[in-house]
C-alpha cells in the first residue's frame, strides 16, 4: 500500500455493513497534517449518513467524525502542529476561510463551503473525496485539528469533538449562567455533556428523560432533578420554570408541553435533527412568551478547543464505552440499540 492510500471501514450501501478497505488519502498540500489514528467516537450522525436519513450518502462512506490522532507528518506551512502531537478533528475538515464567517472565526458557519470530513468532497483542483475516523489514517487542513488536553485520556476526549461541542456552543451562545434554570431534554450521549456543562456554568439543571434506571446517573452527572417526561404529575411543577431547554430528542407532539415548560422569553435550543421536519409548534404560545426556538450547528476549532479546556478545569468527562476498531459493526449496532452509558468509540 502507498503512502497515498489508507485503510478505512468503508460502508458501501445503505445501511450495509462496514468493511475494511484501501482507499486514497486526499492529496497533499503544504498546510496539511497526517496522523495515524487512536480512536474515534461513534456518533447519531454516521448512522443516519449510513441509512441515508438526511439525504444522499456518496458510497463508499468512511464516517467517523470524533477522531483523534497522533501527528506522523506535516506541511512546509503547519505552524499549531508537529509531529508527535495528539490532536483532534471533528465534524468539519476545511473551510473557505476568507468569507465574513471565517475570518470571525465562526469556521463552522462558512457562507461558501463548510466541508463535513466524511461523505463531501474538499474545494480543491482535485474534488478529493473527504474521508473520517473510522480508518488507520487521517490526513487534512491544519486548521481543522485541534490540541488534546494532556487530562484527557483518547477515548474520553474524542466525543467532545461532536457531542461535546455540540451542547457547549449553545449553552454558551445564550449565556447559561447563575440564576438560570436548565432542562435537558434526553440523558443520552448529547445530553450527559449538556447537564455538565449547565450544571459547570451555574445553572439549577433538570434532565428529562424516559427511563426510570437512569435516576443514578442523573445524579452522579450533577443534575438537581431528575423527571420522567411520560408522568404529567412529574413534570407539571417545573411549568413556566425554565429559562432554557435543551432538546436532543424531539416529538413532534410534544411541543405544546415543551412550551408551557418555558418561562417568558425562554430558550429553546435544538440540538436533534430528526429525520422529519419539524411541526406542532403552537404559534400562540411562541409569541405569547416570546419564546426563541434556535438551531445550533457544531463549533469552530477555536471553540472547540476552548470547550475542552472548560471540560478539563471543570473536571467534565465523556462517560463511554469501547471497542476495538475491528469490531466497529459490532459498536454501530451497539449503538443503534441505544445501550451506549453513553458515548461509544472504537480504538486501534
Same mark, same amino acid.
Given at each position: ?16 455493513? #462496514?468493511?475494511?478497505?484501501? #482507499?486514497?488519502? /486526499? ?11 487512536? /480512536? ?105 485539528? =485541534? ?13 467532545? #469533538? ?21 432542562? =435537558?431534554?434526553?440523558?443520552?450521549? #448529547? ?75 425562554? =430558550?429553546?435550543?435544538? /440540538? ?62 451497539? =449503538? ?13
Amino acid at each position: 500500500m502507498s503512502g497515498d492510500k489508507f485503510i478505512g471501514y468503508a460502508c458501501k450501501s445503505k445501511g450495509g455493513k #462496514l468493511e475494511p478497505t484501501e #482507499l486514497n488519502l /486526499c492529496h497533499w498540500d503544504d498546510d496539511m497534517i497526517e496522523m495515524d489514528v487512536l /480512536c474515534s467516537g461513534i456518533c447519531g450522525t454516521d448512522i443516519h449518513t449510513f441509512d441515508e436519513g438526511w439525504g444522499p450518502t456518496e458510497f463508499p462512506c468512511v464516517a467517523g467524525h470524533e477522531v483523534i490522532g497522533k501527528i506522523t507528518k506535516v506541511g512546509n506551512n503547519v505552524t499549531k502542529h508537529k509531529v508527535g502531537d495528539r490532536v483532534g478533528v471533528g465534524c468539519q475538515s476545511a473551510s473557505c476561510h476568507n468569507c465574513s464567517f471565517c475570518k470571525e472565526g465562526n469556521e463552522n458557519l462558512c457562507s461558501t463551503h463548510a466541508v463535513w470530513t466524511f461523505n463531501d468532497h474538499y474545494d480543491n483542483a482535485h474534488k478529493d473525496k473527504t474521508y473520517g475516523g473510522f480508518a488507520k489514517k487521517w490526513r487534512g487542513n491544519q486548521h481543522f485539528a =485541534v490540541p488534546i488536553p494532556q487530562e484527557f485520556s483518547s477515548e474520553v476526549a474524542a466525543s467532545f #469533538l461532536c457531542g461535546g461541542i455540540t451542547t457547549y456552543a449553545p449553552l454558551k451562545r445564550f449565556n447559561v449562567g447563575k440564576g438560570h434554570k436548565v432542562a =435537558v431534554l434526553g440523558l443520552g450521549g #448529547l445530553g450527559h455533556f449538556a447537564v455538565q456543562w449547565a450544571k459547570a456554568m451555574g445553572a439549577h439543571v433538570v434532565a428529562f428523560d424516559v427511563v426510570p434506571e437512569k435516576v443514578e446517573d442523573a445524579k452522579k452527572l450533577g443534575c438537581d432533578d431528575y423527571v420522567l417526561i411520560q408522568k404529567e404529575d412529574q413534570v407539571e411543577p417545573h411549568y413556566n420554570t425554565f429559562s432554557h431547554i435543551l432538546a436532543t430528542k424531539i416529538i413532534n407532539k410534544s411541543w405544546p408541553q415543551y412550551m408551557k415548560m418555558l418561562k417568558n422569553n425562554g =430558550v429553546f435550543i435544538q /440540538c436533534d435533527i430528526p429525520e422529519e421536519p419539524l411541526a406542532g409548534i403552537p404559534p400562540l404560545i411562541l409569541a405569547g412568551k416570546q419564546v426563541i426556538v434556535a438551531g445550533t450547528f457544531i463549533g469552530p476549532p477555536g471553540e472547540i478547543e476552548e470547550c475542552l479546556q472548560f471540560a478539563a478545569k471543570n473536571n467534565i468527562r465523556t462517560w463511554v464505552d469501547t471497542f476495538p476498531m475491528d469490531k466497529i459493526n459490532e459498536a454501530i449496532e451497539f =449503538v443503534r440499540q441505544g445501550k451506549p452509558r453513553y458515548r461509544a468509540v472504537v480504538v486501534n
